[in-house]
């Protein structure tokens, strides 16, 4: 079996690419590394796959030319500082590169699997969010270049399956946290972590009463397996995310315990079309495919911060 990862040097893509070698399969990591990092990529199940392993530095909204089983499209700038920098290209990443994909799928008679996100909910008026739920996104504001482009490609996925029979399947990525995280991202672990350990103050936005669903990056990746290689799933949609819901403040105060730092908590405003609050309902995922979340959020915040730390020596030791 040959997989293509689209944004496999990304920080959830190339835990998937490691797992996709250890299942054996041979994988295609394509990102054009706007956000992606190839330092990502130096871990020992990648190092020691030999030519079973393929790295294209190549942007998805331009054809590619080759024949696979599985497509992943996780291609996409996903932190706010990111997308909204590359508002343009993230745009286009989520239409046409999300096009050139499917067509890549369709020529190939391969599995499709497109990578989108809660923010499809935007500021959501129904709590818990259903896969059912329409959402409540402003189509203009500043994080629209992301959601949007994310709703566009769900339909455009949709239409594929529905006119061209291309076996399509779409999961709805919930926050998620782990080793790899770009300490730069600006995303809520990662500022939170970093400050923490340099002994800075950890930024809370608004009131710190808005919340979140965290998963740790080992369970997502679990899941995405579970939908793509499933069989019976061609059209449908799957939310993934862990149902634990936190305020930011808990989330800092969490930070702040396990990593022993008296860093102050300070207030800053909201930026525009925050979500106030996201939690998934895994409730259709878990009957159809028996996928929920198992690693506690406390428990993988300290695997997140030990990884944190080594990144810091790493960069004092350079």
């Given amino acids: 079996m040959k997989s293509l990862v689209a ?18 399969h041979d994988v295609v ?5 706007i956000s992606g ?4 990529l130096q871990g020992p199940a990648i190092a020691g796959a030999g030519r079973r392993f393929r790295f ?3 942007d998805i909204q331009n054809p590619l030319k080759i024949k696979v089983d599985f497509v992943f499209n996780l291609a996409s700038p996903a932190s706010p500082p990111h997308y909204q920098k590359h508002s343009i ?8 590169g999300t096009y050139q994909l499917l067509l890549l799928a369709e020529r190939s008679r391969a599995r499709f699997l497109q990578a989108s996100t809660s923010e499809v909910y935007g500021d959501p008026e129904q709590h818990p969010q259903t896969e059912d739920y329409w959402g409540h996104v402003n189509p203009v504001g500043p994080r629209a270049c992301y959601d949007e482009s994310k709703r566009y490609a769900e339909a455009l996925c949709m239409e594929f399956w529905r006119k061209r029979k291309v076996d399509v399947r779409v999961i709805r990525i919930f926050n998620t946290y782990g080793p790899r995280l770009d300490p730069k991202d600006g995303r809520v672990i990662s500022n939170y972590v970093m400050q923490a350990l340099r002994g800075q103050p950890l930024t809370v936005y608004g009131t710190g009463r808005q919340t979140r669903s965290f998963q740790y990056v080992s369970d997502l990746v679990e899941a995405i397996q579970k939908v793509m290689f499933s069989p019976g799933q061609a059209g449908c949609v799957y939310n993934t995310g862990n149902p634990g819901e936190f305020t ?16 102050p908590i300070v207030f800053k405003p909201l930026p525009k079309d925050d979500p106030a609050r ?9 009957k159809a495919l028996g996928w929920q979340p198992r690693v506690p959020f406390e428990e993988g915040l300290k695997m997140t911060i030990q990884w944190f730390q080594e990144e810091l020596k ?3 030791a350079a």
């Fill in 56 to 58: 294209l530095r190549h």
């Fill in 89 to 96: 290209f993230t745009l286009r990443t989520g239409s046409e």
């Fill in 278 to 286: 996201r939690r998934p309902d895994i409730t259709k995922v878990r």
């Fill in 248 to 263: 930011m403040i808990q989330a800092a105060r969490l930070v702040k315990k396990l990593t022993g730092s008296s860093s």
């Fill in 314 to 316: 790493g960069s004092r």
């Fill in 37 to 40: 990092r190839l330092r990502n």
């Fill in 7 to 24: 944004g496999g040097a990304g920080f959830i893509g190339s835990h998937l690419c490691e797992a996709l070698l250890k299942r054996g």
């Fill in 29 to 33: 990591c394509v990102d054009n590394l």
